[in-house]
């Protein structure tokens, strides 16, 4: 499967972006998700994680309450909703899937596929 992000951009703080995960083939409902990010200097870190239904979302505490992670599997695409962006929010963010018949949620290692990542900046 391939996987495209867009909707990265340049936002001021507090503001809000829609990323966008774009897959191809019909087999993108086979597939758990996950959303990361990586700032220059750090390794990627897990910004959530949605089930191949979209029924359970998972979402660390650096991000809870701000991030909102769908999916449209008629679409073959999923969504990660960002609000009260922060300064420290600025990363390259990847969308990244697994399958298999347990869900590493926030396991880098464990996902096969990786998109190439868009750029979201967050201005003070």
């Known amino acids: 499967v391939q996987l495209v992000e867009s909707g990265g951009g340049l936002v001021q703080a507090g503001g809000s972006l829609r990323l966008s995960c774009a897959a191809s083939?019909?087999?993108?409902?086979?597939?758990?998700m996950g959303w990361f990010r990586q700032a220059p200097g750090k390794e990627r870190e897990f910004v959530g994680a949605i089930s191949r239904s979209g029924g359970t979302t998972y979402y660390p505490d650096s991000v809870k309450g701000r991030f909102t992670i769908s999916r449209d599997n008629a679409k073959y695409t999923a969504y990660l909703q960002m609000n009260s962006l922060k300064p420290e929010d600025t990363a390259v963010y990847y969308c990244?899937?697994?399958?298999?018949?347990?869900?590493?949620?926030?396991?880098?290692?464990?996902?096969?596929?990786w998109g190439q990542g868009t750029q979201v900046t967050v201005s003070s």
């Open positions: 990244a899937v697994q399958s298999g018949s347990s869900w590493y949620r926030d396991n880098v290692s464990k996902y096969s596929y």
């Open positions: 083939g019909r087999t993108f409902s086979s597939y758990d």
